[in-house]
Every structure is written in structure tokens, then in C-alpha cells.
């Protein structure tokens, strides 16, 4: 009798099919290199599981690839004529978006399997990294920010404001026409280089502390020194209204309720809906403010790039601005949700019956 030899090994699907005995392919997804060749292939089953498959140059066989990760859709990313480019966890939620005319990326293996080989391709890329809402799926989007934020022109971390990911977001009737101006709301990431601190409650007791009386610019109505909101439905006039109160303190005016005469100093304005030339000009003049002190504050110039003022970004520079000046009494936001605030004020917003805060 011949001796007994092992049968070579198939590089085949089928020799694979026994670790997937009562499962079924239900989507193939095809990582391809900068010039369009194939070099992954990601298998997912039902019940949910994956497999990976790497190409030898005629055909495909089971294993990762030698060679470095790529960027799902890499040739799309490098072809698109724009250079915003979402990072998401997944293949199905890259796919979703890049149908929907977005350039959308992900890395294979799942959460917390990104490597910095990746980082390369999003050099000079404004880069949205929407992360899943849980905690895999948040710390893996904060290793990707990690990964490319030497090399990105900007990174923001995105968290959809309900469904646990991008598809589910649209599945629940997400609108892709805010989907870029509800990213851009975000913060810019940036990379903390200082010791984590332990982060332990601090305690005050009541008996250490003096009491004061409120200061106010307006008696009653507008204290010194603190965050006043001024809610109304839209179109009520909430801008009409903080204009007159800013030509009030500039001219020094009496208030309208008889409580004295506003003290006069300077005023800064912060406004992403109203022209300067043809609305706020013209308000001001109506109310008989002084316009050689009111400023309003347009843009930021960061490295050579102007861009819009963010206030959890930018309150330093705005700090510095108001201790030069010198005489400044009053900042109107209008509204707060379009200079960085609009994620952290939305569920407020929601409760408030759709009041909007100027």
C-alpha cells in the first residue's frame, strides 16, 4: 500500500466552508490600491461574522494581505474633486454615504484595528470621523483622530445625533442636505498632549463663601458678568431687540422701562444670519447707537486661513480681544447655536419647543 501523504491545501472558498457551516455571504466588499487592483476582499455572513481574503495577482485566496492596510475606496477618495472625506466603522455605512454622493472611507477589521500605515492617505483632507455610539466605537474613532491628525488639514469628531450609526441615521430619516453643516457644528480635534489629570469632584461649602449682590446693566433684566438667554420662536425679533439694547449702552440711552440710563462702554457682536452693511448698519443707526464703538466680530484667521468663530475653540482669542479693548460691556451671540454650541444645546433646543436662543 502507498504511503499515506496530506492532501495539499485549497486556497478555495470552499475549504473555508466548514468555518461557516449554517451561514451565508450576504455582502463582499473589495479593497483596491491607488491605481484600482484588487488587494482585499472582506466576506460578511449571516449571522454576522467576517472573513477576510487577499488577492496573489490572479485570483483570491484566505488571509490578510502582506503588505500595509489601505483605505476602503481608496480611488474614490483620491479621484473626488473635494477634499472632505468621512471616516466611518464600517463598510456598509462607507458604502451608504458614497452612494449618496459624500467621499466615505473605513478601515477593515473593526473598532479599534486602525494603523497609522493608514494615516498617509488623508494628508491636506478636512476629515469628519463619525463614530459609533458606543464606547468601542468612540474609542476607536479617537485612535483614528490620533492616527491622522499630524497630517489632515482639520479632524472633527461626529456623533449622530440619534441611531448608533451613520446608516441607522439615515434609515430613521437623517437629512443628507444639513448632514455637512451638522458636522462642521463640531469642534475641531485637538490633540491633548498634557498628563491626564484624575478628575475628582470639588466640593465648596456655602459657609466659605461671601455673598455679593448681582451687578446689572439693565436692572432686573441683564445682570454683568453672565451667559443671559433671549428665547423666542423665530421671526419674533430677538435680533431687533439685542440691537437695541447694544445702541442703548453705546449712546448711554435710558432704558425702556424707566430704570435709569444704561452705562455706556463698548460692544462686540457675534452674528452668522444678519449682514453687517445692510441689517446690522442700519438697525444700529434706527436706534440711534454709536457705531465707532460696536464691533462685529466677522471671522478668525488661523494659519493664514480665515474661517468662522467657534466658541468652544476660540474663547482664548476672544478673552485677549476683550481685555484689549478695554471698555467692553456686552457680547450677543445671535444665535449661539451657529458658533460651536449646536450639538451641546440641541436636546435643550428640542425640549424648548423649538424656541431658539439669540
Known amino acids: 500500500m502507498d504511503a499515506w501523504k496530506p492532501r495539499e491545501k485549497s486556497n478555495s472558498s470552499n475549504a473555508h466552508a466548514y468555518h461557516e457551516q449554517g451561514s451565508k455571504?450576504?455582502?463582499?466588499?473589495?479593497?483596491?490600491?491607488?491605481?484600482?487592483?484588487?488587494?482585499?476582499?472582506?466576506?460578511?455572513?449571516?449571522?454576522?461574522?467576517?472573513?477576510?481574503?487577499?488577492?496573489?495577482?490572479?485570483?483570491?485566496?484566505?488571509?490578510?494581505?502582506?503588505?500595509?492596510?489601505?483605505?476602503?475606496?481608496?480611488?474614490?477618495?483620491?479621484?473626488?474633486?473635494?477634499?472632505?472625506?468621512?471616516?466611518?466603522?464600517?463598510?456598509?455605512?462607507?458604502?451608504?454615504?458614497?452612494?449618496?454622493?459624500?467621499?466615505?472611507?473605513?478601515?477593515?477589521?473593526?473598532?479599534?484595528?486602525?494603523?497609522?500605515?493608514?494615516?498617509?492617505?488623508?494628508?491636506?483632507?478636512?476629515?469628519?470621523?463619525?463614530?459609533?455610539?458606543?464606547?468601542?466605537?468612540?474609542?476607536?474613532?479617537?485612535?483614528?483622530?490620533?492616527?491622522?491628525?499630524?497630517?489632515?488639514?482639520?479632524?472633527?469628531?461626529?456623533?449622530?445625533?440619534?441611531?448608533?450609526?451613520?446608516?441607522?441615521?439615515?434609515?430613521?430619516?437623517?437629512?443628507?442636505?444639513?448632514?455637512?453643516?451638522?458636522?462642521?457644528?463640531?469642534?475641531?480635534?485637538?490633540?491633548?498632549?498634557?498628563?491626564?489629570?484624575?478628575?475628582?469632584?470639588?466640593?465648596?461649602?456655602?459657609?466659605?463663601?461671601?455673598a455679593e449682590p448681582v451687578e446689572w446693566l439693565w436692572p432686573r433684566r441683564l445682570?454683568?458678568?453672565?451667559?443671559?438667554?433671549?428665547?423666542?420662536?423665530?421671526?419674533?425679533?430677538?435680533?431687533?431687540?439685542?440691537?437695541?439694547?447694544?445702541s442703548r449702552l453705546t449712546s448711554g440711552a435710558r432704558w425702556p422701562n424707566d430704570t435709569g440710563n444704561a452705562p455706556q462702554g463698548r460692544c462686540l457682536i457675534l452674528s452668522a444670519e444678519d449682514g453687517v452693511a445692510d441689517t446690522i448698519h442700519p438697525r444700529v443707526d434706527a436706534a440711534d447707537g454709536d457705531p465707532n464703538v460696536i464691533e462685529v466680530i466677522s471671522a478668525v484667521n488661523e494659519k493664514g486661513n480665515s474661517r468662522s468663530f467657534d466658541l468652544q475653540q476660540d474663547l482664548g482669542r476672544l478673552e485677549r480681544v476683550i481685555r484689549e479693548r478695554g471698555d467692553v460691556v456686552l457680547i450677543v451671540i445671535d444665535p449661539i447655536t451657529s458658533h460651536g454650541w449646536r450639538r451641546r444645546l440641541a436636546s435643550h433646543h428640542r425640549r424648548a419647543g423649538g424656541a431658539r436662543a439669540g
Not at 223 to 242: F, H, R, W
Open 223 to 246: 445682570p454683568k458678568g453672565k451667559l443671559t438667554l433671549l428665547i423666542g420662536d423665530p421671526g419674533v425679533g430677538k435680533s431687533q431687540i439685542s440691537i437695541d439694547i447694544v
Open 25 to 210: 455571504v450576504v455582502a463582499e466588499y473589495v479593497y483596491r490600491t491607488p491605481k484600482g487592483e484588487p488587494y482585499l476582499k472582506v466576506l460578511r455572513y449571516e449571522p454576522t461574522s467576517f472573513r477576510q481574503q487577499k488577492w496573489n495577482g490572479s485570483g483570491w485566496e484566505w488571509g490578510k494581505p502582506d503588505g500595509p492596510q489601505l483605505p476602503y475606496l481608496l480611488p474614490e477618495m483620491l479621484k473626488a474633486v473635494h477634499t472632505t472625506v468621512f471616516i466611518v466603522e464600517g463598510e456598509k455605512d462607507a458604502d451608504r454615504l458614497t452612494s449618496l454622493g459624500f467621499v466615505a472611507t473605513t478601515s477593515s477589521q473593526g473598532a479599534g484595528k486602525w494603523s497609522d500605515d493608514l494615516a498617509q492617505w488623508f494628508e491636506g483632507k478636512k476629515v469628519f470621523i463619525v463614530a459609533d455610539a458606543d464606547k468601542p466605537g468612540r474609542d476607536h474613532a479617537q485612535q483614528v483622530a490620533r492616527s491622522i491628525y499630524s497630517v489632515a488639514e482639520s479632524v472633527r469628531l461626529i456623533e449622530m445625533p440619534f441611531g448608533k450609526d451613520i446608516s441607522e441615521w439615515l434609515d430613521q430619516g437623517g437629512d443628507t442636505a444639513t448632514l455637512i453643516d451638522y458636522c462642521e457644528g463640531f469642534s475641531l480635534w485637538r490633540l491633548d498632549t498634557a498628563p491626564a489629570q484624575p478628575q475628582d469632584i470639588e466640593l465648596v461649602r456655602l459657609s466659605s463663601v461671601e
